[in-house]
């Protein structure tokens, strides 16, 4: 009698097999003529198509915009897009910019975080006051 093996199916574990980039699109504008763009002209012909070969789930569009900065545009599946001025920045510099676009969650603008927790309340045990101590150590 022949025993045969038992095909099995990958099993999903709570998402941890399926991992889902949120953003969707990246857009490189720049200008031919003005030299603010001169650090994306050569971003995009030396290392944009090692970042697009090495990320195929994402669209990379690059188009001409006479006359204005290098923008790096991202849209994300959320509907939500999120642009970066790189003007005057180097090839590396744009790297990086383009990789906090690519790895951004959300596309929410940033914002400086004053406190690190947001409450309604000030503190958890609220505002002191000396009228609100309680007379327990007051000497007889």
Not at 25 to 45: E, K, N, P, Q, T
Not at 89 to 116: C, M
Request: charged share 25%; proline share 5%; aromatic share 8%.
């Amino acid at each position: 009698m022949a025993i045969g093996a038992l095909r099995k199916v990958a099993q999903n574990q709570n998402g941890l097999g399926a991992f889902i980039l949120q953003c969707k699109r990246l857009d490189f504008h720049y200008c031919d003529w003005a030299g603010s763009s001169r650090g994306m002209v050569s971003f995009i012909r030396d290392t944009l198509p090692r970042l697009a070969r090495a990320n195929p789930q994402i669209e990379f569009h690059v188009s001409p915009r006479p006359r204005k900065h290098p923008v790096v545009r991202a849209h994300y599946i959320n509907g939500r897009a999120k642009a970066i001025c790189v003007r005057n920045l180097q090839k590396d510099q744009i790297l990086k910019k383009s990789e906090l676009l690519r790895d951004d969650a959300t596309g929410r603008k940033l914002r400086r975080v004053n406190k690190p927790v947001q409450s309604l309340n000030e503190s958890i045990r609220g505002i002191w006051s000396p009228f609100h101590q309680q007379d327990r150590w007051k000497i007889i």
